[in-house]
């Protein structure tokens, strides 16, 4: 049942998005906004409630578009069709009799994102004439997937983007939602795409929501079970081998099953996630259905002892956290009776599968790769095994894999199993995710930076204009080129207490704020201070082990493009402050003969904490 909490943001978002729209809307223009969530927050509610109200203002004609994924489009249109029911609502497969000249009813057509379906609905509602003198509505779930230019450095223009875009210019005016947990590839976006927001309205979850905070918090929690690093390679090379993580997994989700059959509850999920390859997925539906078929026999058969005391013990791991479990001996006769009847199903989702797979009641184990991403939602999750690697992860699409996100998960019997590495991956993405939405609720769009670790990208490089991605590296200097000559006397009074003989100084975060409002670039070509200050200040908030140093020098003769700036001590300081921010100052003397103007200045140079990359975009 939808909590109380998710009903109230879904009337607050509501209201919130169309006061955007009509501060900035009128008919003769193509608005693109943002709509952002958290995986598995309960967007879909969100957008379907923004319809609601922009048709109450009389908006007539939407088009809600998901990913091209057949099992999506399809929970989809169930879920609005549930909504929405003083729509008419359309799919993709359905006939045209709604285009007459007066609508008795708002119409909604939900459509994937791919190319024969867009190509058949652009000339449907071309040939029709119905867009003429009404502005087009389009809400594009998961707007980060598909829809954005994959040529974009080709000087070419992909076909979805195309007809996309072909749609919009339907008519003379429309709105475009993009609607993501996962805005990466969104907010990179250049300023002449046509695809960068000009609003964005983030949007929270509901007080039950279980998210990042609770599953990737530091340190460990107690859902997360730790697994060996290769076990993918071990099933795949040692046919039949069942490894410890994924055993603990399976059988902890048996206990899970066994508890919620004892309290009448009728759906319970397994999500398994080895890899993108279909062989992997056969490979371990396999080995978990023989598994399954060996624990039956265990169960069943006293002379079969192994199994009892592994069960026992997980069950005591699952006690820990959620006190009123089913007693032991209950849960062991449970499980016996669920495998004698078979009623634990093993299903792959993928590629191959049928559309008509139900993981939405019973008790199922679900092994896929990409199908389990983007936008679909698995009911009663509560064990999820996840061994999938990539050399160079990107974060938008690791972070889709979260399915564990959610509101109707059993906080006390919810457990991952996943290796190390990976755990130390999501952490790193969930407190990227923080800092992107707290930037995201107080600064301006062309301010917003995207931080993470080095080794992980933001998004895929292929949506991305080259001209206009501005990345800031970690643990390199960055000075200024052209610095300001006109503040000298308001920086002596605001570093007049630190010694410059001193080789740094520790400060607050708001002391190097302070003086970067007052040094940098006189044209912003090579330094822009809001960003750098905007820097500082999110390191500050939401990546608390940041710190920050002060280096002050003064009586500088530094001659004007000598191409270097700090002295080989002063950078071996630095280069020795890894994790922290490092701001340089030196006091120019500013004499002629060294191509200045006659009078001293600062010129500042300011370095990152070294595991950290930053990217935000430039206007070309």
Known sequence: MQSVSLRDTVEETSSAVF??????????????????????????????????????????????????????????????????????????????????????????????????????????????????????????????????????????????????????????????????????????????SGWKPSFIYYFKPGSDYIGGDFVYAQPKPFCISFTDEDELDTIKNDEGYIPEGLKSALLTYLIVCAHNYLTNTTTCNFLVHPSVKIADHRTFSTVLGEHLNEFLIAVTDDSESFIRPQLEILWNDLRATKPDIESFEDIFEAIAFLLENQLINVMMLNSTSDIAVNYHSGYNIIVGGNSLGRGVTFPKLQTVYYCRKSKTPQADTFWQHARVFGYDRDKGLLRIFIPPSLYNLFSELNVSNKLLIKQIRSAQISDIQLFY?????????????????????????????????????????????????????????????????????????????????????????????????????????????????????????????????VLTLYRVNGSTDKGWLGSPFYIPNIKLPNEVCIYDTIDI
């Open 19 to 192: 006061n955007l729209i009509s501060e900035k809307f009128d008919y003769r223009t193509h608005m693109t906004g943002l709509l952002l969530g958290n995986v598995q927050s309960g967007k879909t509610g969100q957008l379907l409630g923004v319809v609601s109200s922009l048709a109450d203002n009389g908006f007539e004609i939407f088009i809600l578009l998901t990913t091209d994924n057949v099992y999506l489009q399809k929970q989809t249109t169930e879920r609005t069709a549930a909504s929405l029911g003083t729509f008419n609502v359309y799919s993709e497969s359905d006939d045209l009799p709604f285009f007459t000249n007066k609508l008795l009813k708002p119409i909604i057509v939900i459509l994937k994102k791919n190319t024969n379906v867009l190509r058949k609905w652009r000339n449907l509602l071309s040939s029709s004439g119905y867009c003429s003198g009404r502005p087009i509505v389009i809400i594009d779930d998961e707007a980060d997937a598909a829809s954005l230019n994959t040529l974009v450095n080709k000087d070419r223009v992909s076909t979805i983007n195309k007809h996309l875009s072909s749609i919009k210019e339907l008519s003379t005016s429309s709105i475009y939602i993009e609607v993501t947990a996962t805005p990466q590839a969104v907010l990179l976006q250049s300023n002449i």
């Open 453 to 581: 670790p080095k080794g992980i990208q933001p998004t895929r490089k292929n949506v991305l204009d080259n001209k206009a991605i501005n990345l800031v590296m970690g643990g390199v200097n960055f000075f200024s080129s052209y610095p300001r000559q006109d503040t000298v006397s308001i920086i002596d009074d605001l570093v007049s207490e630190y010694d410059e003989n001193e080789h740094y100084h520790i400060v607050n975060a708001s002391v190097l704020s302070e003086i970067l409002k007052f040094v940098g670039d006189e044209g912003k070509e090579d330094w822009d201070n809001d960003k750098f200050i905007n820097t500082v200040n999110t390191l500050a908030t939401k990546r608390p082990t940041t710190r920050f140093a002060l280096i002050v020098r003064k009586s500088r003769d530094i001659g004007k493009g000598t191409g270097t700036l700090l002295s080989p001590t002063d950078r071996r300081i630095g280069d020795g402050l890894k994790d922290w921010v």
